[in-house]
């Protein structure tokens, strides 16, 4: 009888997850040291998929860049980008050292990310501040109840008690604000997010029993 | 009698197992389906499925960026989930769906999910190696390559289902610029408190798993809600106990 990919594929992947379960719940020293190294393996298997990922995006942006129109400009600068960076890293490795003191600010690879990289997610972090606060506006004209009116006051609340107000310069105010942020906080919020925590945790497990059962079967096709 | 940690999870996983299985004979028994909680959300993401096939646009699945190796894969499993069953309803579409995702194997696993509900389809021809991108491996990156996508690529639905910080307000924003509806959910707690506020439509706690449930992925998804019902209820209940007997004991000393 011919076995069919994804029955291989199936049996790889239900046998690896009862594999790592097992050796989570019966730990040991021998035990620990298998389960190192298949997780190492899945590691290095992610680094492989991590390339093939960067190929399929580069792929696409040189298909928008030859097609031209809208984005094809910035198609270009990223295919550039990553080839550039690609060759620095390979000519210089990730542990190349140029004379003694500022060795880190010189290598190549990390230089780009110290000064392109970080300053340009900076910059996203900062429009992500500014799409909050419009979000935030934007909630009551979408949901006007009770639940928003409640979750914008709160929010306003905190970032209050956070302030200059929470921060002792108001007296018996301040005092207040502060008792109460803390309660906020530290009581419904708290109560709140170890509900949606519980949730998630039941909903990991039933999702992770499911690939085990071979019923959800999201590779080889 | 002691257990210990591993010994109460061990149990935990095995009782669980069993209820599925138990829910999932009953369930194939009595059709299936019925009496499952009404979240708007998941009708509204039907109607929109439909609305996209009918006008000829796309639709966007984002995956996050929960790495396979770590406990946040629960997340991106649901995701591909959500994308088999859309991508099912979405194959005959002129404008097949587009799925980006910050993560390597993410990517792999989409781009097979895919292949499959179009092979289930016998639409292999539709079939685009490039509908499944990895848009960026950092948060912001993520969001930035995402971002394009739904604004240049007659975007019409953005479903975003897995891993994500608070990044994912600027993918919600660039859905919303362009009109279209937004599904979105993720395992992270902070970020759900900004989905409350950013999204159309959030899925909040364990929403974000029932996607395979009510888009109709199988009796076996039907049942481990039921079973994810059965263990809040004893949880609640030991949670509840451990208050009263706290109580008691604190009132008697």
């Known amino acids: 009888m011919k076995l069919r990919l994804p029955v291989i594929s199936m049996a790889v992947a239900i046998l690896s997850g009862l594999a790592l379960l097992y050796l989570a719940f019966f730990p040991s020293s021998a035990n620990a040291h298998l389960r190192a190294l298949l997780l190492g393996w899945a590691a290095s298997l992610g680094g492989i998929a991590l390339f093939i990922g960067i190929l399929n995006l580069l792929i696409v942006h040189v298909d928008k860049l ?27 490795g990730p542990n190349f050292e140029y004379g003694t003191g500022e060795a880190y600010q010189i290598q190549p690879t990390n230089w780009l990310f110290r000064y392109i990289q970080f300053p340009i997610e900076t910059s ?17 004209r979408r949901r006007p109840n009770a639940f928003s009116i409640i979750f914008l006051a709160t929010v306003l609340f905190i970032l209050l008690g956070n302030s200059l107000v929470g921060s002792g310069e108001f007296g018996v105010i301040s005092t207040g604000v502060t008792s109460l942020r803390d309660w906020i906080t ?14 998630v945790a039941l909903g990991t497990i039933a999702t992770g029993l499911r690939i085990l059962m071979g019923t959800d079967r999201p590779y080889g096709g | 009698m002691n257990f210990d940690a591993s010994q109460l999870g061990a149990a935990v996983v095995i009782i669980f197992l069993l209820l599925i299985i138990g829910f999932a004979f009953y369930e194939r028994a009595r059709g299936g ?38 406990s946040r894969s629960a997340a991106s499993f649901a995701g591909l989930s959500i994308l088999e069953r859309v991508a099912r309803t979405a194959s005959i579409s002129d404008y097949p769906p587009v799925v980006t995702s910050g993560d390597g194997a993410l990517s792999i696993l989409a781009r097979d999910t895919l292949s ?36 240049d690529e007659k975007v019409s639905a953005s479903i975003l289902a897995g891993h994500y910080g608070p990044e994912i307000a600027l993918i919600t924003e660039a859905s919303d610029r362009t009109g279209g509806f937004t599904l979105a959910g993720t395992d992270h707690i902070p970020a759900q408190a900004i989905l409350f506020a950013a999204a159309e439509e959030p899925l909040i706690g364990e929403e974000l798993y029932a996607g395979g449930a009510y ?34 004991e604190a009132w008697l000393q």
């Open chain 1, 186 to 199: 530290q009581v419904p919020a708290a109560a709140g997010a170890r509900g949606l925590l519980i949730g």
């Open chain 1, 124 to 140: 996203l972090m900062a429009v992500l501040a500014v799409s909050l606060i419009y979000a935030a506006a934007r909630l009551l």
């Open chain 1, 66 to 92: 030859s097609e031209g129109g809208r984005g094809a400009a910035n198609s270009g600068v990223l295919v550039a980008a990553a080839m550039l960076t690609f060759i620095l890293a390979l000519a210089f």
């Open chain 2, 33 to 70: 389906g019925r009496n499952l909680r009404d979240i708007p959300a998941f009708s509204r993401l039907i109607r929109a499925i439909g609305l996209a096939v009918e006008d000829g646009t796309r639709l966007h699945i984002s995956l996050g960026r929960g790495e396979l190796h770590t």
């Open chain 2, 215 to 248: 888009l109709r992925a199988g009796f076996v998804h039907i049942a481990s809600l039921r079973a994810q019902d059965v263990f809040r209820w004893l949880i609640i209940l030991a949670i509840l106990g451990g208050g009263i007997l706290n109580f008691i």
């Open chain 2, 116 to 151: 499959g509900a179009y092979r289930e389809m016998e639409a292999d021809e539709q079939f685009d190696p490039t509908q499944a991108r990895l848009s960026g491996v950092t948060p912001f990156s993520y969001a930035a390559g995402a971002i394009p996508i739904i604004e």
